[in-house]
């Protein structure tokens, strides 16, 4: 359930938050988390009514800042994600799109992590926590170490993942590889961080005024600075980037720095079997049309040679 009840305003961590330089920090970590996990417990015990203990500090990406927790339960014991986050509209957005999808999805086949709660903490500066279950995850760039046919499986995943997702017209605009989770031990995918994600009441809505530049650099769409563009399949080209430079093994922080038509021939030369490597080069053609109206759609890509062979 989301809980919006206002608690007594508190005078900890969060106070200082949006003050980097009270935060010791360095490389994602700080170096006294003890005395920070501490506090965060004491916040989120008070706030959510639930007695989480901090395990380790995930990430820290200012404004946002991420836990892995379990809650305090001798018989069974739960895991849990917490993302403390500055910005309000993003925090509430991604609140919102996670509870929507709950609300819309069969549990068997979800694909984005389970939102647990999400509770805003009062403090001088207003913080917010979305709690969602822990997902344990290996290596994205793992998945192709394997064979053709993992690739395949990857591919289809990704493609169905984005079926469902539009299905539910929602979209995510930062489809990347840091945003997607291979799970433990199936390798299932699933998408999450729905910060810069839109509601579309009608996937036929489209306009270049409403729907602003967002994402990741080297994964938006071109289509974002053309008028009149289908603007309803950036997250395809983003997930053929994503596709492309997972195959490259090409960090997401280097793709913006590659042409994206070099970027696909380094992920193809990566592919022995000839007739794969030209599916494949077809059907990442296909996800990176510059023209978004003449982009495939998820249903194309499901009914492509290189996943149906």
Known sequence: MINHEQKPPLNLFFDVLSKKSH???????????????????????????????????????????????????????????VKINSCIRAATNEASILQALSDRCNTSCRFFPQLENFFEIPSKKKHFAIVTEWVDTEPMYSVFKNSIKSLKMFTTQLVFLLHHLHASRVISRDIKPSNLLLCKPYRTILVCDFDLGIFLPDMKYTSYEDMKVPGTPGFIDPAFFVKNSDLTKCDIYSAGKTLAALVANVEEKHVQKINTSHLVKMACSRIHSETHKKNFQDLLQLMLNRDSKKRGSTKDLIMHPFLCN
């Open 23 to 81: 935060i010791p920090y360095k490389s994602g970590k700080p170096k006294n988390p003890q005395s920070v996990m501490k506090e965060v417990e004491q916040v989120l015990t008070h706030i959510s009514e639930k007695n989480l203990k901090i395990t380790h500090i995930v990430s820290f990406n200012d404004p946002i800042l991420v836990f892995k927790a379990e809650s305090d339960v001798p018989v069974q014991k739960k895991f849990f994600c």
